[in-house]
């Protein structure tokens, strides 16, 4: 066996997100949205000031930036679209797990509750 196998793009899964209707185009409409939101996906070539609305917007969700327009446009068939987000689904799950990698933002972790110091130590019995 060779250890060199094939590496599949992600690209593969595109139609089956078209198919499934598991896109949500346009930042006005992924701000309606958000309860169905999974991930976003920004172009390369989108200009700052949308790329920090979209971090500012979508701060609790990946975003991933990655492609350009002429991408989308070729994958998706969206003309003028640099903002996508995938619905939640098992296949967004896929798509994004394999564009992990290009996520510009970092998750947003929880606050931890402070540790009770009366609780901390394990109470001892006497005999």
Sequence with gaps: MSDSAPTKSVERLFPFALKARALIV???TLVRS????????ITTDVSENTRDQVLKDFAHYPV???YTQADIEN???FKGTKV???AKSGLAQ???AELKPHRINKPARKPTPPASTADSSPARKAN
Excluded: E
Aim: charged share 15%; net charge positive; aromatic share 22%.
């Design 64 to 66: 991933v930036q990655h």
């Design 94 to 96: 896929s798509i994004y």
């Design 26 to 28: 346009g930042r006005d």
């Design 34 to 41: 958000k309860g169905r939101l999974h991930f976003v996906l």
């Design 75 to 77: 994958y998706f068939g």
């Design 84 to 86: 996508v987000g995938f």
